[in-house]
C-alpha cells in the first residue's frame, strides 16, 4: 500500500502542479503579458476567463479517460493523463506573449489551458482509484486521502516556485522569469512517468473485467444505474471547487490589484496553507474511517457556508496576519477537508464497473462552476462597487448547496466488488432454490 499510494501521490503532485502553476500565474503576470488594459480589474477579469476556459474541456477529459480507466485499465489512462498536462504546461512557457504576437498570443494560451483541462480531468479518479481499490475496506479513507494531499502538494509547490521568480525585479519577471515555473514542468513530467509506470493495476478492476455483465459504455451505464447519485455527487463537490479557486486565485488577484497589498502576503498564506493541508489531508483521512466519510464532508461544506462572510472580513482589514489566518483556516477547514475524503466518499457512490467514470464525471462537471468562480467573483466585485459581500454571499450559498447534496445521498454496500466465482455461486443458488 505504501508503494501503491507513494507512485498515485507523487504524479498527481505534478498534475496538480501544472494546473495550479497557471491560476497563480492568472492573478498575478497574465493579465499584463497577454491582457493589456488601462484598468487593472479589465486584464485580471480577461485573466481570469482563461483561467476558468480550461475547466470546461475536463467534463470531456473525464469522460473520455474515465472511458479509458473503466475498460482499459486505470494505469494506463493516468499514463496519458500526465503527458498531456505536462506537455501543455511546458508550451505555455514558450508562448510569446501580446506585445510579440498581438491577438495569437492569448488564442494560444487558451488552447493550451484546455489541453491541460482536458488531460487534469482523468486525473482526479485515476489518482484516488488507484490507492483506494488497493486498501482494506477499512482504511479506504485513509489511503483514499494520500492522492488526495497531492491537491495540496500541487499548489505548494506551484506557489513556492512563483513565490522565489517574483522575487526577481518587475521587469525581468514580466520578460522570462515567469516562464520558468511552466518550463520545469519537463523535469516533472518525467520523473512522473517513471514513477507511473511502476504502479499495479487495481483488483477491484481486475475483477470487474472478468464478470459477463461488465459495462460496454461506462458513462451510459452510470447514467442509467446511478443518476441520483451522479446529480448528487456534482452539487456536493461545487462549494469545494468553488471556494478553492476564490482562496487560492480570486483572493490573490483582489488583495494585490484592488486593496493593494503586497503579492507576498497571500502568497505566504498560500504556502502555509498548503502545507498544512499536506498534513491534514491523511489526518482527515484517518478521522473519516471512524466517524464516516460523509460525515466529516458535511462538516467541511457547513464550515465553509459559516466562515464566507468572516473570511472577506478578514482581508478588507489589510492585515498581514490576519489575511494569512484567512487564508490558512478556511482554505484546510474548508476546502481541504472535503477534498480529503472526497474520493472516498464519492466511490462509495458508484460501482466498480463505472466509478471511474463516476468520479471522473462528477468532479469535472462540478469544476466548469468552479473553473469560472474568479470570473464570476471579479464580476460580482464590480456589481458591489468593489466591495467583496456579494462574492461572500456566493460562496456560502454554494456552501449551502453541497451540505444538502452530500446529505441526500445514498452509499452502495461497503464491500468490494465480486468476482466471477461469487457471481457464479450467487447463481448457483438461486438455481437451486
Known amino acids: 500500500m505504501r508503494k501503491i499510494a507513494a507512485a498515485s501521490f507523487a504524479g498527481a503532485v505534478m498534475e496538480w502542479y ?10 498575478l503576470v497574465f493579465g499584463r503579458l497577454f491582457f493589456p488594459s488601462t484598468d487593472p480589474l479589465t486584464a485580471m477579469t480577461a485573466s481570469f476567463a482563461t483561467f476558468g476556459v480550461g475547466f470546461l474541456a475536463r467534463p470531456l477529459g473525464g469522460v473520455v479517460f ?15 493523463t500526465l503527458i498531456i498536462v505536462g506537455l501543455g504546461t511546458f508550451l ?6 501580446y506585445e510579440t504576437a498581438g491577438f495569437w498570443a492569448p488564442v494560444m494560451l487558451v488552447v493550451l489551458r484546455l489541453l491541460q483541462g482536458f488531460g487534469v480531468g482523468g486525473e482526479y479518479g485515476g489518482a484516488a482509484l488507484m490507492t483506494i481499490e488497493h486498501a482494506p475496506m477499512e482504511k479506504r479513507g485513509f489511503w483514499g486521502s494520500v492522492p488526495q494531499s497531492a491537491a495540496s502538494g500541487g499548489i505548494l509547490l506551484a506557489t513556492a516556485v512563483f513565490a522565489l521568480v517574483t ?11 515567469w516562464r520558468i515555473p511552466f518550463l520545469i ?16 493495476e487495481t483488483p477491484e478492476f481486475k475483477r470487474s473485467q472478468e464478470r459477463a455483465d461488465r459495462p460496454k459504455v461506462p458513462l451510459f451505464s452510470l447514467v442509467r444505474q446511478h443518476p441520483r447519485n ?30 493593494m497589498v503586497d503579492r507576498s502576503v ?45 473570511f472577506f472580513m478578514l482581508l478588507e482589514t489589510k492585515s498581514t496576519a490576519l489575511i494569512i489566518l484567512a487564508i490558512v483556516v478556511v482554505l484546510t477547514f474548508g476546502a481541504v477537508l472535503m477534498f480529503s475524503v472526497q474520493a472516498t466518499f464519492f466511490s462509495e457512490l458508484f460501482e466498480p464497473g463505472v466509478r471511474y467514470t463516476g468520479l471522473s464525471m462528477a468532479a469535472q462537471l462540478s469544476a466548469v462552476v468552479g473553473g469560472f468562480t474568479p ?4 464580476r460580482l466585485l464590480a456589481a458591489g462597487n468593489g466591495t467583496p459581500w456579494y462574492v461572500a454571499a456566493y460562496m456560502a450559498a454554494i456552501a449551502l448547496l453541497s451540505l444538502v447534496c452530500a446529505a441526500m445521498t445514498s452509499a452502495r454496500e461497503h464491500q468490494p466488488d465480486p468476482g466471477p466465482a461469487s457471481i457464479a455461486a450467487v447463481g448457483a443458488g438461486k438455481a437451486t432454490e
Open 66 to 80: 474515465g472511458h479509458i480507466g473503466d475498460k482499459i485499465g486505470r494505469k494506463a489512462s493516468l499514463l496519458a
Open 18 to 27: 501544472d494546473f495550479y502553476v497557471f491560476g497563480t500565474a492568472s492573478a
Open 266 to 310: 497571500p502568497l505566504t498564506g498560500m504556502i502555509l496553507a498548503s502545507g498544512l493541508g499536506f498534513i491534514a489531508c491523511p489526518i482527515f483521512g484517518w478521522l473519516s474511517d471512524r466517524v464516516g466519510h460523509r460525515v466529516l464532508y458535511l462538516c467541511g461544506a457547513g464550515f465553509l457556508m459559516l466562515a464566507a462572510f468572516p
Open 167 to 177: 522575487l526577481l525585479p518587475q521587469e525581468q519577471l514580466l520578460s522570462w522569469g
Open 230 to 259: 451522479l446529480v448528487l455527487a456534482i452539487g456536493s463537490r461545487v462549494a469545494e471547487n468553488v471556494s478553492a479557486n476564490i482562496i487560492n486565485t480570486f483572493a490573490l488577484g483582489y488583495l494585490t490589484s484592488s486593496l
Open 185 to 200: 514542468s519537463a523535469i516533472m513530467l518525467v520523473i512522473g512517468l517513471f514513477i507511473r509506470l511502476q504502479i499495479e
Open 92 to 97: 505555455i512557457g514558450l508562448l510569446p506573449v
Open 375 to 378: 470570473l464570476i467573483a471579479s
